[in-house]
């Protein structure tokens, strides 16, 4: 081997990306921001009250916001629900717009059929049956609008969909990223590839809201912008949404001190530079929906695409996004074809692309997954069905997802119904036989595999082994001051329900139960129960489901803090069409809490009767 073709090896060997073209940086969305002296103003754009579907009035939703250190807010309530003005000004909602120490900004929900964030104007059409109407309505009114939570809608919307809509409506400028609790993980998904098919002629922004109706919405999803000193107001703040100054964050735990923000960003000729307080490896670049690199500074040597973001990842599963960077002279970037046998992934990615998700096809009846085969050296884990891979400098490779023959293992079920020869990592329901006068405890014995230990009706995921479980009961605990009519003798009293929603069937004895309809459901607010931190409250009931396709109907208990907040969320899925013993079972994470118990169905009557409580 030569000199000079030892010196080529050795820095392929250190860094592949130095193989590549420099790209340069042709869109800054950060262009012109005075680091030294920019204010940072927390907003949220996507909020409801009781004008439409929301749990707060109007003023109770801006005062919250407001005593949250909000300063830059927006109510939009849906278009679909009278009046389908916006809520809008706020002074008719007994709000003084001149004493609050926020920004209020004019929006409205459009809810059909994709919903749209509109800004800046007052267009509300429940009548209108397209996207483009829509947009061509706020444009004509001089509005900007929004693609709320995108990811709702991805079986029924393509790429080229959304494409199409941003070439065409240049005040559509922004897409929800996070929603709520971050509700569609598919909208970063979706994001990533629109950009791949715009940038960098036309960006998109990222943006976080609560989409808030109910207090466990509240703060987990904001933006943060970039304004002057000075320039809270509605001409600034417009030019920043428009020119994309602003982050967006998802804080699920609420605690801010988790949330990393740059305290500036610096684009030079060789590299993108990042000043901001975390390590090197909180700091992920994103380019073409994959990471890229890791670190404050990303060489723009490397083998890039036509855009990168970047993603600060906090405590607690916090996460900053900044608004994505367009590249240009990345014409010649490197490509690697990856081929998946067996599985899903099969793609052409940017070579150095790391952490791409392998998943392996269901097993053919009778087998299990194996092991990955082919060009393993990447992959994270060969023995796991679902796993990831980085994208080696190569121009192609294959992997293959290999099966093997399933291994039959024995299911003993005591005390109740699922004893069988199941196969290894297959599932299995269980069913208990609770006695007369007794009520289902909790099912004993090998139960690592079990769904839900406290549900007489389950299932277990069969472990590699033999496995035996026992289904355990306790004196039937009937709590008749906190269940109201448990087989529903005087009617709906205390649920909340539409009659045309419920019908009541007479049994032969004169007992009466309940059947909900498709698309309906009951609730009941459970007052007055002593519960404490530790405990557990378990909901029992008998159920069936009359059906004709596979049955889509639950029911559930929230445990709600004194200020409506969700904190724990408990369902159980009714499928059989003959009388089951069921509970669903939740422990209180805080003392005086107050217990909901829900009912909703899809598809299906779901006939129910016998509501027991249980603290325990």
Known sequence: MTRKNILLFAVWFVSPAFLF???????????????????????????HTTESDGSLSAREVVDLYEDAGYTIFSLTDHDTIDPEEPTWPWDAYGIDMDAIGMLPVLGNEISRPHHIGSYFNDYGEAAQR???????????RGGLAVMFHPGRYSHRRTVDWYVDLYERFPHLVGM???????????????????????MPDRPV??????????????????????????????????DAFERGRFHTVHNPSRDTAQVIVPEAIHVRETAIELVVECREDQVIWISHGHEIHRGKSLPLSMNLGDYVRVLLEGGDGTQTLLQPFGLGGTEERKMTEVTVSGGSGSD???????????????????????????????????????TSFDVPAEDSLALEALFRPAVDYVLTVAHGEGSADVPEESHQWIFANVPEGKAFDVWTGDVDGVEDPRSPTTRIGMPARDATVNATFSADPVY???????NFADGLAGWQAKEEDVRFVEAADGSRHLAVRPFSGIMQRIEGMDLKAGQRLTLYFDAKIEAERSPDGFVGMQLLAADNE???????????????SMAVSGEVV???????????????????????????
């Open 205 to 238: 922004w990222a943006m976080g809201n609560d989409d808030f109706h109910r207090m466990e919405h509240f703060a987990r999803s904001f933006n943060l912008f970039l304004l002057p000193p000075g320039g809270l107001n509605e001409e600034t703040f417009r």
């Open 348 to 386: 052409v990615y940017l070579t150095g692309s790391r952490g791409i998700p392998i998943e392996a096809d269901e097993p053919p009846p009778g087998k299990v997954f194996d092991r990955w085969s082919g060009d393993t050296a990447g992959v994270e884990d060969v023995r796991a069905s679902s």
């Open 480 to 486: 008749a001051p906190h269940l109201q009519n448990p």
């Open 176 to 198: 929800e990223v996070f929603n709520q609790n971050d509700r569609y993980p598919e909208d970063r998904r979706l994001y990533d590839a629109v950009l791949g098919v715009l």
């Open 590 to 616: 805080e003392g005086v809490v107050t217990p909901n118990i829900f009912v909703w169905m899809r598809r299906g009557d779901l006939h129910l009767k016998n509501f027991r409580l249980r603290v325990h």
């Open 130 to 140: 397209s996207e483009p109407e829509a947009l061509v309505e706020i444009g004509r």
């Open 21 to 47: 073209p420099n790209a340069r940086v042709v869109l800054n969305p950060y262009e012109g921001v005075d680091w030294k002296t920019v204010e940072t103003h927390k907003a949220n754009l996507h909020t």
């Open 566 to 580: 969700e904190l724990v969320h408990t369902s159980i899925t009714v499928r059989r069409q003959e009388w089951t």
